[in-house]
């Protein structure tokens, strides 16, 4: 019989594997997008539109199978239908074949989405999940450095290459979780004796009172609905904006998915410093003032997206892209450890689905108008429209932060 890891070591290679097959695809995906198959602004946000709108409409149902099945079959068929999507835009350079890779994997994706995070809040209650989070992310971040490396190392020979690759990798991720991913404390949301439509109809309706019954977790999911808002202008135009908008240096004889390697590179190294003291508050105090980190957090990450769109130079381009990605990678698993810890464990899968869902509808919603803008007018007008819709969860972290204060 073979034995399981530890729930929580399970946890940081998951983070730590998934960090890197992400990296090794989205590194060169876009230049990809954009130089070998020729999309045009408005081309690259409905791709991310489609993604979006699959995401948006399978977290709930994919989130009800993890809290009704099982969280880690959730996991693995999510990671499956990630590895064939990008296999999939990979090996087939069409703007139709990478619609399709993108319901695939975001269908994957809604499958991963709420489950692990459920899973691990679940099975291993001896650590803080607030360290559990941060760890997480932290591996992750190194992970993704050598997911860059080879990504650039490979883009340079054939920039389809490290796409397909990291496709293959995530299916053989699966089957590593199919053998050595445990599952002790999970408990169906709802009774045995129901059908399975009749179950998620149980649990979804005991989510959605448990999300109406509770002030800050409204708060919470509407900061991720702007967030969604936001987030696809700056995802599918960040790397047009460096190839269209500025002059990228020669590096003697290597590709221009070098640079990007570089900045993938350069960005982890200091999000990781930025969470490593963030690690060094929570073992100082043994507990984070999220909404006050948030906040700060969140008005950095807009003006640094700003400046980003606006300027032309490409050194302090670099430097605001760089300081951009670093508030948001900080910004993450502090909201997601914020969010889980107001969860009751019955619905947890289901609610954070929702938040995922929130997010895709914000996407969906946002990205289209963002695409026009950039496609009419200009790749930085539509980044710098995209730092705007952010703006809202200044309000909403300070709503928030008063709230709490009063509470306590």
Not at 69 to 89: A, D, H, P, Q
Not at 166 to 191: Q, V, W
Not at 304 to 327: D, P
Not at 359 to 373: S, V
Request: net charge positive; aromatic share 10%; charged share 15%.
């Amino acid at each position: 019989m073979i034995k399981k890891l530890s729930a929580y070591r399970t946890y940081l290679l998951f983070s730590a594997a998934s960090a890197l097959l992400f990296s090794l695809v989205f590194t060169v995906n876009m230049v990809y997008q954009v130089e070998v198959i020729g999309l045009n602004p408005l081309q690259l946000i409905l791709v991310g539109t489609t993604l979006e709108v699959a995401c948006f409409l399978f977290e709930i149902p994919t989130g009800i199978v993890a809290d009704i099945y099982s969280r880690k079959l959730s996991v693995i068929i999510g990671i499956v239908l990630i590895g064939l999507g990008f296999t999939l835009e990979g090996t087939v350079p069409r703007f139709a074949a990478v619609l399709v890779a993108q319901v695939l994997w975001g269908v994957g994706y809604t499958f991963i989405s709420g489950a692990i995070d459920a899973w691990i809040a679940e099975e291993d209650k001896s650590i803080s999940l607030d360290k559990i989070y941060i760890k997480g992310a932290q591996v992750g971040q190194i992970a993704s450095i050598v997911g860059i490396i080879l990504s650039t190392a490979l883009g340079n020979f054939s920039i389809r290459l490290p796409i397909a690759a990291g496709g293959s990798l995530f299916i053989m991720l699966a089957l590593f979780l199919f053998l050595y991913m445990p599952e002790d404390n999970f408990k169906p949301s709802a009774p045995e004796d129901l059908s399975t439509f009749r179950k998620m109809g149980h649990t979804l309706k005991s989510s959605m009172g448990f999300i109406k019954s509770k002030k800050i977790i409204i708060l919470l999911l509407s900061v991720t609905l702007f967030y969604g808002l936001s987030s696809e202008g700056y995802d599918r135009l960040s790397t047009a904006h460096f190839l269209k908008d500025t002059m990228l240096p020669k590096l003697g004889k290597l590709q221009p998915v070098t640079w990007f390697g570089i900045f993938g590179i350069a960005g982890m190294l200091l999000s990781a410093l930025a969470m490593q003291l963030i690690i060094k508050q929570l073992e100082k105090n043994n507990k984070l003032q999220s909404a006050g980190i948030l906040l700060a957090t969140n008005i950095f990450y807009i003006l640094c997206m700003i400046v980003f769109a606006l300027t032309r130079n490409f050194g302090l381009m670099l430097v605001a892209y760089l300081s951009t990605n670093m508030f948001r990678t900080i910004n993450e698993p502090i909201f997601n450890a914020w969010l889980n810890n107001h969860i009751e464990d019955s619905a947890r899968a289901t609610v954070l689905s929702t938040n995922g869902q929130l997010n895709a509808l914000g996407q969906i919603l946002g990205g289209p108008i963002i695409g026009i803008i950039a496609t009419k007018y200009s790749i930085s007008m539509g980044i710098a429209c995209t730092a705007l819709l952010v703006t809202p969860v200044i309000v909403l972290y300070g709503i928030i932060k008063v709230y709490e204060n009063n509470k306590s």
